[in-house]
């Protein structure tokens, strides 16, 4: 390892964590004013021209409030709760390939921070630990309600882990490698989201579950439970789990980009691949933009309904789904594989009609 | 049946303890307190007066006598049934009707409070809208209030002359709060184990295998964002599921009646804007036909219909938005709450146009209307009804009513059967949701409702979507009556004699009801001839539909509460009052 | 030393204190966090040993799940999650004296195997993911052992759906 290679993934590094975390504020700046156009407002547009400095007023806000420590918290975890949030949600882009490889001052770079062999394993053990700060949070509130959306979100995290880890052996099966650089250049000829589209739209709907945000915003819906496991939270460590709740939608879209649609390829990569990382931008606007389209014309799910839909049918309809993505690879007949599973999500859409049925007296 | 024939048949059932009220001016029966549970209970099952619509009480010093009133319907159509029961001041005790009218609870606990008449045989008999530690009754008439009435003055500098006592100095509690010998609360620090987890800790059950298991006490508010103002739901919990639920109200009372006692009839009239802010007009409507029953006042033909247009469009804009916040409530954020609010910002130009002012509309008189349609209104009006409102309900229908998470949160949730729904006395859309055809444009016309072709919206699953659907029912019925007034409106006065501003009441009592947008809003007016109003009280709609909330409640899960309370639709300026 | 020596060391000084904490902490919650630290610990020498697909799995399995659910069963349970009692009972000596035993014949045993000194062959060349997956599910490799673990895991699985359910249904 010669010390140019580690200055070179540091260089990454930060440029990918200041990427990120510049995202993070213009993302709430997209998502505000995307909502209020959807809601027939107009949206920030105070601060600066067009609003646009509007994510560094509210980031001066929020460092001059006060930070609150309830008396009766577990201090040390109430203080390491957001960090812990924080760092998972950063973390996980780590192996998501930005772009190929670019000749900058006659050295071969990868646009890329990691690109191991168990690249989609690594993006499944980071996210499953992102739950711990949720729960830490409820836990050492000493809050009914932040305590109530911590155990929401444990649960629901468990049972959208299985959904979501199923997709990705669908995409591992489709592209014959766990290596994400692979798994994009597989894409080569069509993109996954187009050859297993159900695939696309499970991962999609366990990645909003996993993210915490509606229709599944469970552990802090605002109506039930004021504002969940992070109601006690104030000043900057409040901005610390508003901050790991946008770079996570930045990093999920970067990873749904790079499974299901074709990741940094597009147009002219392969004779200009510097081209990566604006194809990807494309990309992850566009996935950002229907999460907020989803979180602006749904209602919230019940809690227990989000159980049943994440066991009852997203859970078998994935399971189906790596089946089916199996036989076709098997009869070597690609052209089953979008057919059977658009049946697949078919029988599913029934079976959720069908659970929606009036019920007599139900509770 | 005539009057005079059900006249004879209650004097048959009753040769004593129940004699007709003979008072100049009043109506209905004087039932004797030890006969008041067997009258109420053959009043309900061999009457049909199933239905106990208000509970209040009056007090008359000079008679020493405490009175309850009590107004009953039948849910088939029909006048109301009067009956009072009277008794002693010193030591008022009436039977409770709770078992046979499970309605009354709110009710008596509230003359309860405000008038300090023991409902013996009640369960719960607490104060609803005061505080625990308040002192008297206020309703009384020998009670005075602190600031306004009593000798005792609190504040030097605006009573020169007069003593100086807090009326906080004066209540039960001294300085509100008593610790225990030896507790300093600015030292107490709870300590260890127990302050991380005794709150969560409070009641616990066993099972039969010796399982024990805590349930959760959770306050919903009263600062909370879906409880539609200050508003506090105190539930136990046993997980998610709802084992108990009480509803806790009183944070914005104001003694709306008291303050009604103390202003002439006409000063109450923007003081009823108050009560549910976002349906003035309704308000002011049922005040006016209240206070117009007393004199005996006709309105002219053209004042009428702009009543009837008024009210209706309340209702209209008033259903819009409890269906856009009903979204809210579920979840949905803000986008239908939005788009609600954007039709309702156009009834409320026409409200803006006509009356001067979006909310407080303060547009009724005694006998008319404070002013004629202005030009060019009727017109708005009519691009509305006509076009713009039906085209927007059916869109909102479309986006909202199929949506799979809007079904699966309320289809089957929140269930009121038929006759827990009648039991509770629950009014509006609350009731005809649970499949109880009652609205009194219908059942009781008022006004000129009985030239209207309309249908009484009614859906029968009495759960939490029909009480959503049921408000775009009576939207699409509403805007089917304005299409009719608008085209029927006749020219003409709309103010019958002179405007003025006080006018002789005769003596007597009145009870003015309306079909408000949130349910049956009546007035009971009680007239001692001279320019206030003896009692003023308010059936308010907001207030006795939180009667069925608990039992709505209970078995569901935590988010079921909020969206159970969204659909009974309250607003906190009546329920408190 | 090497510096893979020296992290070894670090992470086994983490495993082995955490561990320690684990069984004699007295707040049941603190016993549940800290054994989280030794599952990641356990992590990290997968990841030192080139088992990076082991330490993966070690992470989402151990520490996203199954230690998730004990701090769910935690936080559900009543507030005495104080242990009270002391930690050691009256067979405090008999219990050492066995361990002592069998420790020092384990000791002598593994001294005396030859395999105890050997180091480990060099991983083959190739992606070991591929390689893993293919010993898995190849009939004289590992495909009986995963075979059975599996039907006992589902039986595991049936058994426990039924008991919940003859718990409902009472």
Same mark, same amino acid.
């Given at each position: 390892?010669?010390?140019a290679?580690?200055?070179?993934m540091?260089?990454k590094?930060?440029?990918?964590i ?15 004013r ?17 609003g ?34 924080v ?36 993006i ?6 992102a ?18 959306g ?8 468990i049972s959208?882990e ?11 099966l489709?592209?014959n ?33 996993e ?7 469970m ?13 006690e939270?104030s ?22 980009a ?57 859970l078998p309809?994935?399971?189906?789904l ?12 690609m052209?089953?594989?979008p057919?059977l &599973?658009?049946?697949a ?9 069908? &659970? ?8 | ?11 048959d059932?009753?040769?004593?303890g ?19 549970i ?5 009043l ?5 007066f ?13 008679e ?11 849910t ?7 009956f ?7 030591n ?14 709110f009710q ?9 008449? $023991? ?13 625990e ?8 008439k ?10 005792? $003055? ?8 007069a ?12 300085? /509100? ?9 600015e ?7 127990d ?8 009641y ?11 349930h959760?006490t959770?306050?919903?508010g ?5 409880t ?7 539930a136990?919990?046993d ?6 639920? /009480? ?56 004042a ?23 979204? /809210? ?12 609010i954007?039709?309702?910002?156009l ?19 005694f ?7 202005p030009?060019?209104?009727?017109? $708005? ?6 076009d ?27 269930y ?6 009648i ?5 509006g ?5 649970s ?10 016309p ?8 309309f ?23 509403s805007?089917?009556?304005?299409? @009719?007034a608008?085209?029927?409106?006749p020219?003409?006065e ?6 003025r501003? @006080? ?11 309306v ?6 809003l009546g ?55 | ?7 070894f060391?670090f992470f086994?000084?983490i ?7 684990v069984v ?9 966090? #800290? ?19 082991l330490?993966m ?19 559900l ?28 014949g ?5 001294t005396? #195997?030859?395999?105890?000194?050997? !180091? ?5 060349e190739?992606? !070991? ?5 293919e ?18 895991l ?10 919940a ?6």
């Amino acid at each position: 390892m010669d010390s140019a290679l580690i200055w070179e993934m540091v260089i990454k590094s930060l440029v990918l964590i200041l990427a990120l975390l510049t995202g993070f504020a213009y993302l709430t700046y997209y998502e505000r004013r995307g909502l209020a156009r959807i809601q027939s407002r107009v949206g920030p547009n105070r601060a600066g021209p067009a609003g646009l400095l509007q994510p560094i007023a509210d980031a001066v806000k929020l460092i001059f409030k006060e930070e609150f420590t309830p008396g009766q918290a577990y201090k040390v975890i109430f203080i390491l709760a957001p960090i812990i949030t924080v760092i998972p949600a950063i973390l996980i882009t780590a192996t998501v390939p930005w772009g190929g490889t670019v000749t900058i001052g006659g050295r071969e770079v990868m646009l890329g921070i990691a690109d191991i062999n168990i690249g989609v394993l690594y993006i499944m053990s980071v996210a499953s630990i992102a739950v711990y700060g949720v729960v830490l949070a409820g836990w050492a509130s000493n809050n009914k309600y932040a305590m109530m959306g911590g155990l929401r979100s444990t649960a629901q995290m468990i049972s959208y882990e299985l959904a979501l880890g199923l997709s990705f052996v669908g995409v591992i099966l489709l592209a014959n490698s766990m290596r994400m650089t692979e798994i994009v250049e597989a894409q080569r000829g069509l993109w996954f989201a187009f050859l297993q589209p159900v695939g696309a739209v499970v991962f999609f709907f366990a990645t909003l579950a996993e993210l915490n945000r509606g229709p599944f915003d469970m552990p802090e819906a605002e109506q039930e439970l004021s504002a969940g496991y992070n109601v006690e939270y104030s000043g900057m460590k409040f901005a610390l789990f508003f901050m790991a709740e946008y770079t996570k939608m930045v990093s999920i879209s970067a990873i749904i980009a790079t499974l299901f649609w074709g990741g940094y390829r597009g147009p002219f990569i392969d004779t200009m691949p510097g081209l990566g990382p604006l194809y990807m931008f494309i990309k992850i606007f566009f996935i950002l933009f229907m999460m907020i389209w989803v979180r602006a014309s749904w209602p919230r799910i019940r809690y227990d309904r989000l159980m049943d839909l994440g066991w009852k049918i997203l859970l078998p309809l994935s399971l189906s789904l790596v089946f089916i993505n199996a036989t076709g690879i098997l009869l070597n007949q690609m052209w089953l594989i979008p057919l059977l &599973s658009i049946g697949a999500g078919f029988l599913a859409i029934q079976a959720i009609n069908l &659970s929606l049925r009036r019920k007599e007296n139900a509770r | 049946m005539t009057e005079s024939d059900f006249a004879t048949r209650l004097n048959d059932r009753f040769p004593e303890g129940v004699t007709a009220d003979e008072r100049e001016g009043y109506q209905g029966y004087i039932i004797a307190a030890d006969k008041l549970i067997e009258f109420a209970t053959a009043l309900r099952d061999e009457f049909e007066f199933d239905y106990l619509s208000s509970v209040t009480g009056v007090d008359y010093p000079d008679e020493g006598k405490l009175e309850a009133v009590y107004h009953a319907y039948k849910t088939i159509g029909g006048a109301e049934l009067v009956f009072k029961v009277q008794t002693d001041r010193e030591n008022p005790e009436i039977p409770s009707l709770i078992d046979i009218y499970p309605g009354a609870d709110f009710q008596e606990r509230e003359a309860w409070d405000l008038l300090g008449i $023991k409902f013996t045989g009640h369960p719960d008999l607490r104060r609803i809208l005061l505080w625990e530690g308040f002192e008297g009754h206020p309703l009384r008439k020998d009670w005075q209030e602190a600031y306004y009435e009593a000798d005792k $003055k609190p504040f030097k500098s605006r009573w020169p002359k007069a003593e100086y006592t807090r009326a906080e100095a004066k209540n039960p509690y001294g300085a /509100n709060v008593k610790y225990p010998d030896k507790f300093d609360p600015e030292k107490w620090v709870p300590e260890g184990e127990d302050a991380l987890y005794g709150s969560l800790a409070k009641y616990e059950t066993t099972d039969k295998d010796g399982l024990k298991t805590d349930h959760l006490t959770v306050n919903l508010g009263p600062q909370h964002p879906s409880t539609h103002g200050v508003f506090r739901i105190a539930a136990t919990l046993d997980g998610e599921k709802i084992m108990n639920l /009480n509803p806790v109200m009183g944070y914005l009372h104001r003694n709306h009646e008291k303050i009604g006692e103390r202003n002439t009839y006409l000063q109450n009239m923007p003081f009823t804007d108050r009560l549910d802010y976002l349906s003035s007009l309704s308000n002011n409507f049922g005040y006016a036909i209240a206070v117009e029953k007393l004199i005996g006042i006709e309105v002219p033909e053209r004042a009428e219909y702009i009543r009837v247009i008024m009210a209706e469009l309340t209702r209209v804009q008033n259903h819009l938005f409890a269906i856009g916040m009903f979204l /809210n409530d579920i979840g949905a954020f803000f986008t239908p709450s939005l788009y609600a609010i954007e039709e309702r910002e156009l009834v409320l130009d026409v409200f803006e146009m006509v009356t001067g002012s979006r909310m407080m509309c303060n547009y009724l008189r005694f006998g008319g209307l404070a002013r004629d349609l202005p030009d060019g209104s009727l017109q $708005k009006i009519r691009d509305l009804v006509f076009d713009r409102l039906p085209r927007k309900t059916d869109e909102m229908d479309r986006f909202l009513s199929e949506n799979e998470i809007l079904r699966s949160r309320t289809v089957g949730q929140g269930y009121l059967s038929t006759e827990d729904a009648i039991k509770y006395s629950a009014a509006g859309p609350v009731l005809r949701a649970s499949g109880v055809p009652y609205d009194i444009r219908r059942a009781d016309p008022y006004s000129i409702y009985d030239r209207f072709k309309f249908d009484v919206a009614v859906r029968y699953n009495g759960d939490i979507y029909d009480r959503y659907y049921i408000r775009l029912d009576e939207i699409r019925e509403s805007i089917k009556i304005l299409q @009719q007034a608008v085209e029927q409106i006749p020219e003409g006065e709309i103010q019958t004699g002179k405007p003025r501003y @006080q006018m002789k009441v005769p003596k007597g009592e009145s009870y003015g009801r309306v079909e408000g947008p949130k349910g049956e809003l009546g007035f009971y007016l009680v007239s001692d001839g001279t320019g206030n109003p003896y009692r003023y009280h308010v059936r308010a709609p907001s207030f006795i539909n939180l009667t069925a909330f608990g039992p709505m409640c209970k078995g569901l899960k935590v988010a079921d509460v909020v969206a159970v309370l969204g659909s009974i639709d309250i607003v906190l300026g009546e329920t408190d009052r | 030393m090497t510096t893979m020596q020296v992290l070894f060391l670090f992470f086994a000084a983490i495993i082995l204190g955490s561990a320690i904490k684990v069984v004699t902490t007295k707040k049941m919650i603190h016993a549940a966090f #800290w054994l989280v630290v030794a599952l990641f610990g356990i992590a990290a020498l997968y990841a030192m040993l080139n088992a990076g697909f082991l330490a993966m799995v070690q992470i989402v399995v151990y520490v996203g799940a199954i230690a998730i659910l004990f701090i769910f069963a935690v936080m559900l349970t009543r507030k005495e999650l104080l242990d009270k009692g002391a930690a050691l009972n009256n067979n405090k000596t008999i219990a050492a004296l066995i361990s002592l035993v069998f420790f020092g014949g384990l000791l002598l045993l593994l001294t005396n #195997w030859s395999g105890f000194t050997k !180091m480990a062959p060099d991983l083959p060349e190739g992606d !070991m993911v591929a390689k893993l997956g293919e010993a898995l599910v190849t009939p004289n490799a590992y495909l009986l052992p995963f075979e059975v673990a599996s039907v006992l895991l589902l039986a595991a699985l049936i058994g426990a759906v039924y008991v919940a359910n003859e718990a409902r249904s009472e």
